[in-house]
């Protein structure tokens, strides 16, 4: 026989040795089981109006609390909504965001001058919390009282007549809502 393919035959036959065994290698795994040192639970947020308190909404330059129905605001006119909540926390590394609702001022009807008056307004609406012009919250463990104030001025106009697209404009205060939101 040609050396040639004798040398052919036995290439030919060591390449099927190793293509059999190539489905067969052994792969090895272990695991080890730790011992956790306890368990973790989730914590809490919420935010509900504290009962009993004497907060409410301070009509333009008025001393006293009194309802917004059938106030009419002007131009250079502020209403100031003062609010005492509960906010109950439980959790490490817990803050949150205090905020006016998205629907706490909204147009009375579709009209141009509402949707005006309605803009204006939440446009300028000032909030604190706990008389800090911030919006952060870091609430302790439990529950602990947090006033909101919100501070509303119908803007005066650089541009004489700017304010004419909102008179007559009325808004609902009926979702009017402070919401809380986790960082």
Same mark, same amino acid.
């Given at each position: ?27 090895? #795994? ?14 809490? +947020? ?14 333009? #330059? ?37 905020? +006016? ?28 919390? #706990? ?32 304010? #004419? ?19």
């Amino acid at each position: 026989m040609n050396k040639l393919v004798k040398g052919s035959i036995a290439g030919a036959a060591g390449i099927a040795l190793l293509l059999g065994g190539a489905g067969t290698l052994a792969t090895w #795994n272990s695991a080890a089981t730790i011992s956790a040192p306890g368990t973790i639970s989730a914590g809490t +947020l919420s935010i509900a109006a504290a009962t009993g308190s004497t907060d409410g909404w301070k009509l333009g #330059n008025a001393a006293t609390v009194a309802s917004p129905a059938g106030f009419k605001i002007v131009p250079g006119d502020t209403v100031t909504f003062t609010k005492t909540f509960n906010v109950t926390a439980t959790g490490d590394n817990l803050t949150a965001t205090a905020a +006016l609702g998205t629907l706490a001022i909204t147009p009375a009807t579709s009209s141009a001058a509402d949707t005006a008056l309605a803009a204006a307004l939440t446009k300028s609406a000032a909030f604190t919390v #706990n008389g800090a012009a911030t919006t952060s919250v870091s609430p302790a463990a439990g529950t602990q009282p947090v006033v909101v104030t919100v501070t509303i001025t119908y803007p005066k106009s650089a541009t004489a007549g700017a304010e #004419n697209s909102s008179k007559l404009g009325a808004v609902s205060l009926s979702d009017f809502s402070i919401t809380l939101t986790q960082n």
